[in-house]
Antibody, heavy 119, light 112 residues
Framework: EVQLVETGGGLVQPGRSLKLSCVAS????????MSWTRQAPGKGLEWVAS????????YYPDSVKGRFTISRDNAQNTLYLQMNSLRSEDTATYYC????????????WGQGTLVTVSS | DVVMTQTPVSLSVSLGGQVSISCRSS???????????LSWYLQKPGQSPQLLIY???NRFSGISDRFSGSGSGTDFTLKISRVEPDDLGVYYC?????????FGAGTKLELK
């Protein structure tokens, strides 16, 4: 059974940093692209970052480019999201997702971790 | 960015009934390779989203054949037949054809 368990969320002040982690199990982690997708409270879904299976390439939308960094440790089956210069509009539940690059969709989702950016 | 517009915003249905959700994209979702990367997700109350349909009409593993996707170019539809209580929640369409991946605002399916 595929499991994605996110940790690291919490309350953080604007301008500060936070690092999210996602431990994956139930599949061969280094065979798959991984992504982070977020959902602001009561709002829709927004893709945040993707990383290739080797970690050699990363992709971001303009809204987080230069502030967020996605990375992975294939030996530890763990995905990370380093978030710097956080803004109030980054407040959201962040989902770790397994991305299927052949179909360009988000196949499996974790339970999410809430990040609140507020002073 | 490709804007995904879903209609209606909300939908009321009786158990056993049938519903359709529309999703329109601001640009064609036909990729240079000929594939169309349009997917549908369901977020049940208090849960994470789950994949229902990928590449317009392909049901993901374990998804009931009561769910069907269709469409092409910029117009897409998700149909749900014989609605069951477990189908209730918010449905999102999403595209992966053009960077960045984008989603519709969602359609809430409720019981009448």
């Amino acid at each position: 059974e595929v499991q994605l368990v996110e940790t690291g969320g919490g309350l953080v002040q604007p301008g500060r940093s936070l690092k999210l982690s996602c431990v994956a199990s139930g599949f061969t982690f280094n065979n798959y692209w991984m992504s982070w997708t977020r959902q602001a409270p009561g709002k829709g879904l927004e893709w945040v970052a993707s990383i290739t299976n080797s970690g050699g390439s990363t992709y971001y939308p303009d809204s987080v480019k230069g502030r967020f960094t996605i990375s992975r440790d294939n030996a530890q089956n763990t995905l990370y999201l380093q978030m710097n210069s956080l803004r109030s509009e980054d407040t959201a539940t962040y989902y770790c997702t397994r991305y299927y690059s052949s179909y360009d969709c988000f196949v499996y989702w974790g339970q999410g971790t809430l990040v609140t950016v507020s002073s | 960015d490709v804007v995904m517009t879903q209609t209606p915003v909300s939908l009321s249905v009786s158990l056993g009934g049938q519903v359709s959700i529309s999703c329109r994209s601001s640009q064609s979702l036909v990729h240079n390779n000929g594939n169309t990367y349009l997917s549908w997700y369901l977020q049940k109350p208090g849960q994470s989203p789950q994949l229902l349909i990928y590449k317009v009409s392909n049901r993901f593993s374990g998804i009931s054949d009561r769910f069907s996707g269709s469409g092409s170019g910029t117009d897409f539809t998700l149909k749900i037949s014989r609605v069951e209580p477990d189908d209730l929640g918010v449905y999102y369409c999403g595209q992966g054809t053009q960077y960045p991946n984008t989603f519709g605002a969602g359609t809430k399916l409720e019981l009448k």
